[in-house]
């Protein structure tokens, strides 16, 4: 992705012999019209040059964008059919190539919203040596050469194939382009090619340039097989008639936009998943397996992965907390919890007054006083998370810690590197080798921090370095996310900002958080390679580099978003709102697939970093690939065990009386018992979505005649019924009414 590219013009760009075709076929009149039709106040021209079909989108006097429809090497043949519901035009295209169909679909009830999908059926068996690039921004002259504007956001690796620009001279306004890579699927297995950073370039030529295979003097061989209809592109393209004032604006219309796409997408549907079940068996291992503790000092500690690695405190205080508030939801303690919670003191060093990521007695293989920036503000946070469930211990060790915290964040001005040493501040690694920055993310998890010592104390000094923290960070843009979890994490504390201070500021300094999350996120659902074995749907790369999905990351952004759902009120962007609930629908059902009793053995993997991998213990893996590598490359992470936990805790619900436990995808915003047998609830997930509602029977129980209902008294009933459970598809926003026999 490349930030803020801006637009040159014709007497010092660098362009190719596309970008100069096109201007000369506008230029001189050579396109021949095939039909039009309008877009609110857009217009779209669908016309036809020597090699190629476009869809040219103007706003009357400000410019346009020019979209290729398709590319046909020795000219095209235009076929207008009648078009079916809910399509604007549809298209026929004859060529050396095959057959090309092609399908107009609009909204512009609000957003305007284009959609153009393209499938080929080859004439024969054809080798894909090359395709150009399908975007390229026209001035008010149908100029690519003179259009200005910059590219705000592009596709990172193998996330989400979008496009986010801003175009002011003429003032054309906002465009986000989404691929809708998963209509792709078979193109990727025909030609073996994964779209990675696909949707992107350089100004004036953009959008998606399907991967090919690489050309060499022995090119691979792999065709478009002939007679078999393969989708070569699916489009979405959402308009907006102004550019952002700043970047919080240009966040918000990013969300706003991206809602729009994702509203038009055909999405997979989510399965119930037994967390309870799951947490229980990772109970079970913690406390029996020799391959998930060891001890020191006489205390319990966890590995960090399958039998490997050294005790280390964000592992240890991540695990308890999960572990701890899955007690008091069970209303029983885990055996481990005392026996974790004891240990941890010996984390402590009375000399720096610091919580160190690793015991004292640490091997001489590591460096004792190196962390990772966001290593030292991870364990304070749930350090205190158990202070404020009542822990006194951990509420001393959270208050003796946390001024340490705040000299570090003080020192490096909130704007933190990679690792440094935790003694004196000196600098290990300053920034990525991917993008040349720092950790950018960890004032968001550090303003979180001040916010929880806020409230254990009240003291003023909390609030203002939170203020801070979150201050720092304007300016980054579309840059801000290092680490999915931290920009969550950040995201929740623009908002806890927003209630207690009332600086709206802060509200919309969330959007830049969500943006950047949701930048770094695949929509979309791939079948290549092993993928096809699970499902990655909505999932986020653990790093803005990273090649793959991450189970901590997945379910820390998790409990991020239930906090951040919770702070909010009507005030909040709709579509940020539905964007987080998917997001946490579709965790409760992709993380599943990180277990690895939940995927067959043969595609793990055989070369491990960490430890190895053990299928009877219920631990999940660190790592899926959205291309389909071999998942756990990483190890199988004990410290991601917690993840268990947190989705019991938040999707199951008693139900005090009633024969079954009541599951949920999105989190219940508010319960009232109505009846004896009867309770009212409430979603506030998107407006046009739908939740996974189900009754759970109790063990040594029996599901009795239950009704559920809608607010306005429309009865619903499940769409599947065994003995044991009741699932129903309900609105993801509004209020239910539930009753039992």
Known sequence: MRQATSARKAATAAVSPFV??????????????????????????????????????????????????????????????????????????????????????????????LRTTVTLTPAAPILVPFFPRDLYPLDAQDDPMNAGGHVEAAQRGVNSGLLYLHMAEPAFGSLLYFQQLTSLNDYYRATKTKPDGAVGGEWPELGYLPPTPPQSGTPPTEPLPAGQAVTLSDTIMVFRDAPAADERESARL?????????????????????????????????????????????????????????????????????????????????????????????????????????????????????????????????????????????????????DFGIRAARHFKYKWPIQYKVTDFSVITKVAGADQRGQTDVGGIYAWVMLQAYEMTRDERFLHEAQAAIDAAEG????????????????????????????????????????????????????????????????????????????????????????????????LEPAARMLISEYCKYALDRAWFYYPDALPKEMLATEIRNGHIDRSLSFPLEDLYVDGQPAGQVGQEIYGAGAAFVFATRAFHTVDGAPFRLFCDHFIMATE??????????????????????LVRLPRRKLTKSRLATAGGDALRPHAETAARLDFRVPANGRLILSWE
């Open 254 to 402: 990013f969300i706003q936009m991206l809602g729009a796409a994702y509203t038009a997408l055909d999405r997979p549907r989510t399965k119930y998943r037994d967390w309870v079940g799951r947490a229980e068996r990772t109970l079970a291992d913690l406390e029996r397996s020799p391959k998930a503790t060891v001890r020191h000092y006489g205390h319990v500690y966890a590995h960090p992965y399958t039998d490997a690695e050294y005790p280390d405190s964000m592992v240890q205080l991540s695990l308890l907390a999960a572990m701890r508030r899955y007690g008091a939801w069970r209303a029983k303690p885990a055996k481990l919890d005392a026996s974790f919670a004891q240990g941890l003191e010996r984390f402590y060093d009375p000399k720096l007054g610091a919580i160190r990521r690793y015991l004292p007695n640490v091997g001489d293989d590591k460096d004792a006083d190196a962390v990772d920036s966001w290593y030292l503000y991870h364990p304070m946070m749930n350090l205190a998370r158990l202070a404020l469930d009542g822990d006194r211990d951990a509420h001393a060790l959270f208050l003796k810690s946390v």
């Open 20 to 113: 100069l075709e096109l201007q000369a076929a506008l230029r001189d009149g050579t396109t021949t019209a095939i039909a039009g039709f309008a877009l609110g106040n857009l217009s779209v021209d669908v016309r036809r040059s020597t090699d190629d079909v476009w869809a040219i989108v103007r706003r009357a006097g400000k410019g346009g964008v020019a979209l290729r429809v398709a590319h046909a090497p020795g000219g095209v043949k235009a076929r207008v059919l009648r078009s079916g519901s809910g399509e604007a035009l549809r298209l026929v295209l004859e060529s050396v190539l095959g057959r090309h169909d092609v399908v107009f679909r609009t909204d512009g009830s609000d957003l305007h919203r």
């Open 673 to 694: 018992r109505t009846g004896d047998r009867a309770l009212s609830l409430s979603l506030d997930g998107g407006e046009t979505c739908t939740a996974g509602l189900s």
């Open 476 to 571: 980054m843009r579309f840059n801000l996310n290092y680490q999915a979890n931290l920009t969550a994490w950040g995201a929740a504390a623009c908002l806890r900002l927003w209630r207690i201070t009332n600086a709206e500021r802060y509200r919309e300094q969330s959007y830049v958080y969500i943006a950047s999350f949701f930048h770094n996120s695949a929509i979309w659902e791939s079948e290549i390679g092993f993928a096809d074995r699970y499902r990655n749907f909505l999932g986020v790369t653990c790093l803005q580099d990273a090649p793959y999905m991450a189970i901590y990351e997945c379910f820390d952004s998790f409990a991020a978003f239930e906090c951040y759902l919770r702070d909010s009120g009507p005030e």
